[in-house]
C-alpha cells in the first residue's frame, strides 16, 4: 500500500499556519531561560494555539503529529498534550523525539521514561586505584 496514500502520512498544506512565522509553532525552550524569554515562549505558544483554534484541518494536523512530530505545536496541542495523547490512546510516534516533562523528567515523545544507559567504568588515574 502506498504510504502517501495512507491517512494522516503528511501533513495538512492548507492550514491556518502557513504564512505565519514557523518559530511560533516551533518556540525555542533554554533550559534556565530568563524570565522574558520565557514569556515570550509561553506567548509564541498562545499565539500558535489560537491560530490553530480557527483552523479547519486543525484535527487532521493533531492526528498527523501524533505518529510523525514530537516536537512543536500541532493541531493546537503542545509536545506535553500530545505525549499524554499518545499515551491514553496508545498511538506510537514513528520517530526518536525526546522532551522534558516537569516532574518526570526527560522522556521520549510516547511519554515512557528513558532507559539510561551505564555509565563507563571511571578509568584509574593512580596504580593505587587500579586494585
Known amino acids: 500500500m502506498d504510504n502517501n496514500k495512507e491517512p494522516f502520512n503528511n501533513p ?12 511560533l509553532w516551533f518556540p525555542h525552550h533554554v533550559r534556565g531561560a530568563k524570565v522574558q524569554e520565557f514569556r515570550e515562549r509561553k506567548e509564541k505558544t498562545r499565539r500558535a ?11 487532521e494536523c493533531l492526528q498527523y503529529s501524533l505518529r510523525h512530530e514530537p516536537w512543536g505545536i500541532w ?3 503542545t509536545e506535553l498534550q500530545r505525549a499524554a495523547i499518545r499515551v491514553q490512546t496508545n498511538v506510537r510516534l514513528t520517530r526518536d ?3 522534558f516533562i516537569p516532574g518526570l523528567g526527560n522522556r521520549n515523545a ?6 539510561r544507559q551505564p555509565k ?9 586505584e587500579v586494585q
Not at 492550514?15 to 505565519?20: A, N, S
Not at 510516547?110 to 532507559?115: D, K, R, S, V
Not at 563507563?120 to 593505587?128: D, G, H, I, N, V
Open 12 to 23: 495538512p498544506k492548507n492550514g491556518k499556519c502557513v504564512g505565519h512565522p514557523t518559530e
Open 49 to 59: 494555539i489560537e491560530i490553530c483554534k480557527t483552523c479547519d484541518v486543525s484535527e
Open 75 to 77: 493541531g493546537g496541542k
Open 97 to 99: 523525539g525526546k522532551i
Open 110 to 115: 510516547n511519554g515512557e521514561a528513558l532507559i
Open 120 to 128: 563507563s567504568l571511571k578509568r584509574p588515574t593512580a596504580l593505587s
